[in-house]
């Protein structure tokens, strides 16, 4: 008889133990001595007569490298097939001050279609200062699977130390975390399951789909940054590469996320830390693009500067920290070649542009890097765009005219231009001053009435 049981239990590969805590010193130094070698070799380029052929090189490398990932074929999503014991999934609900939104969440994941008693949903209450607690008492009582969590103001470490607390408390094999924002199907979770048959696979990422999407330019323009996001995570990962786990929807294996010893306290993102830790320990992720995790998008440029600048610290930071075990390639060939291609486009090419644009005005000459910007910067993205808007109009059975998709993409193009200014104002105040970012509440549009 065939064993239709998922693997729960699996092991990852046995790589030697990693002490996460090793590499987390000297944030401000490292990012310091990053930004200034590169800003030097920049303006060095500009000095030597082989300047622009070293430039036109490495440009031919990452283009390559780039014709490969969008040639690549991705693969039909997996299809499930129940087995004989469904897992118990626990789904977390990490909230503060949410009164304006967090019901519809909790009513959602409390009615999902999936065996009420092979499930649990935790909403952790972080000490919120509105009517959260009271709001999610009261839906306790309500719902006999919803289990309700109280952290006060003695309760340190943000969403990473309130989600490590309520693990030893969750019976899940698998674990769940939402925004309280968040939107889902009913019947997701057996597409989430799907994904989780593959032995290797530790984490499952739900696609972003922007619910508030047609409020104004912004919430536009983040609709297309998510059919950026999830085609080239699907082409990454397709080709070998890694994907990235984003916050809300995300899905761990319970034995992967103890392998890499839960969740960092000492990061601002996550999400993004985890991702690293999880391909470090040989556990793979996966991007599960349909039906999608819905979310809101920020409406106002102050919430949006915000929203970005944690990003990029958390971004810029997990390499900060990790480096030394990326670098002694860990990940194995593919998947370092990936995340430094990416570290080199995503974070080092927009604070690159300032030297760049600087030397070639004295010089008055072009820019050197002229060319990757406008190959990887621009043509890359735009294309990621107007794939990744067609698959999700494709996966929702929707149909969209050409116009449409030619005034979204352009919309997109126009929107995701704000990293080239968030980038690197992130990686210099990193540089320069010693404490983190601190973080700011995403307003949902129902506080902003």
């Not at 839906?139 to 130390?161: C, I, M, N």
């Amino acid at each position: 008889m065939t064993d239709r049981s998922l693997p729960l239990t699996v092991e990852n590969p046995p790589l030697t133990k990693i002490d996460w805590a090793a590499g987390m010193g000297y944030r401000r130094f490292k990012a310091a001595m990053i930004l200034g070698c590169l800003w030097v070799g920049v303006a060095a380029l500009h000095l030597v007569s082989w300047g622009y052929i070293f430039a036109w090189t490495i440009t031919g490398i990452f283009c390559l490298r780039a014709l490969k990932l969008v040639t690549t074929k991705v693969a039909s999503p997996p299809v499930f097939i129940p087995p004989q014991t469904y897992p118990f999934i626990s789904l977390a609900i990490a909230a503060k001050n949410e009164a304006a939104v967090i019901t519809n969440l909790v009513e959602s994941l409390c009615s999902l279609d999936y065996p009420v008693d092979r499930y649990e949903v935790w909403a952790i209450d972080d000490n919120s200062t509105d009517r959260t607690p009271e709001i999610l008492d009261t839906l306790a009582q309500k719902y006999p699977q919803l289990q309700v969590l109280h952290r006060t103001e003695q309760d340190t470490g943000g969403k990473s130390a309130a989600l490590n607390q309520v693990l030893t408390l969750m019976q899940g094999e698998f674990i769940g975390v939402f925004d309280a924002d968040a939107q889902v199907t009913p019947d997701f979770l057996y597409q989430v399951l799907a994904y989780f048959q593959t032995a290797t696979v530790g984490a499952i990422q739900l696609r972003k789909a922007i619910s508030n999407s047609e409020t104004n330019f912004l919430t536009r323009g983040q609709r297309a940054e998510m059919a950026l996001d999830a085609y080239l995570q699907q082409q990454r990962t397709g080709s070998g590469g890694i994907g990235e786990l984003r916050g809300n929807g995300q899905f761990v294996r319970r034995t992967a996320l103890t392998s890499c010893d839960g969740w960092n306290e000492e990061t601002i993102t996550d999400d993004l830390d985890l991702t690293i830790r999880l391909y470090l320990t040989g556990w793979e992720i996966e991007l599960m693009p349909y039906p999608p995790v819905g979310e809101e998008g920020v409406t106002t440029v102050k919430a949006l500067w915000h929203q970005r600048n944690r990003w990029a610290e958390g971004g810029f930071q997990r390499y900060l920290d990790y480096w030394r075990s990326i670098a002694s390639n860990r990940m194995g060939t593919t998947k370092t070649l990936d995340l430094l291609s990416f570290l080199s486009i995503q974070y080092l090419l927009p604070p690159a542009g300032i030297p760049d644009f600087l030397m070639s005005i004295w010089l008055r000459h072009p820019p050197i890097l002229l060319p990757m910007t406008a190959s990887l910067g621009l043509a890359l993205p735009l294309w990621a765009i107007w794939v990744g808007l067609k698959r999700s109009y494709r996966q929702a059975d929707l149909t969209v005219s050409f116009a449409t998709l030619v005034t979204q993409t352009a919309i997109g193009l126009v929107f995701i231009l704000h990293w080239l200014m968030v980038m690197p104002l992130a990686i210099a105040r990193m540089a320069i001053f010693p404490k983190q970012l601190k973080w700011v509440k995403t307003l949902r549009q129902a506080d902003l009435k």
